[in-house]
């Protein structure tokens, strides 16, 4: 995976054919799907992903989904997620544009389109992902392969580092702040664990569990369903 997505929309059958479509592009992790403008809003704050599908006209029952919304998220984020508006109408693509937008699809939605929207996406925004991290305790500095980690457990203000050889790496931060800082693969299951995605093999929602590479099993909590949902989402493709 080398880029993370959102789909902001209300049309059911629009965001089943956008995932499916994605199903031929493994690079791509869906973080989220959202039909209320305001936790939309929040989660691309949270979530900072490079890609977002907004269904244009975007209607909710908190009103719409404004083009000047999206204007205004400037304020809030480092570096603007490419957006790519889906609509049945090409009278709104100017509007779209004019407002932050990078792109639109027509719908509906097929994989000769998407494709090449994706293609342009990737020319603008080269994936830079990072291979490590440095782990500080006291004058002790650690540097620990991303791919290694399996889960992230709190410890009071400090936090555990599960590594796949058995390791156990202390780090004098709290799981707040890597929650904020670790790339969108590593995504928050309960208040004591973030989990790595890649090595989640099982999902077990009615005994809210989540089972990982090397046997381990950890508890989720459902004030994270939407990160298990982006989990079972990946395992599933």
Known sequence: MRFSFLIIDNNTITIK??????????????????KDNQTAINQIIKLKPQLIFIGIPFKSNEGDLSFTTITE??????????????????NYALEAIQS??????????NLHQLGKSLFKFEKRNPSTSVATICIKSYSDYQFVALQDIIYLKAD????????????????????KHFEITLPFYFLRIHKSYIVNINHVSRI???????????????????????NIDA???????
């Open 231 to 237: 989990i079972v989402r990946k395992i599933n493709i």
């Open 17 to 34: 054919k956008t995932l499916e479509l994605f199903e031929n592009f493994p690079n791509y992790f869906c973080a989220g799907v959202f």
């Open 204 to 226: 077990h929602l009615s005994k809210s569990k989540c089972y990982m590479n090397y046997n381990e099993i950890l508890p989720f909590s459902l004030n994270y369903r939407d």
């Open 73 to 90: 998220l400037f304020q809030y984020v480092d570096t603007m997620p490419y957006f790519i508006g889906l609509t049945s109408s090409p």
């Open 100 to 109: 932050g937008f990078s792109d639109y699809i027509l719908k509906p939605l």
């Open 156 to 175: 009071n203000n400090t936090t555990d580092i599960q590594m796949h050889n058995g390791k156990i790496v202390n780090a004098y931060k709290t799981l």
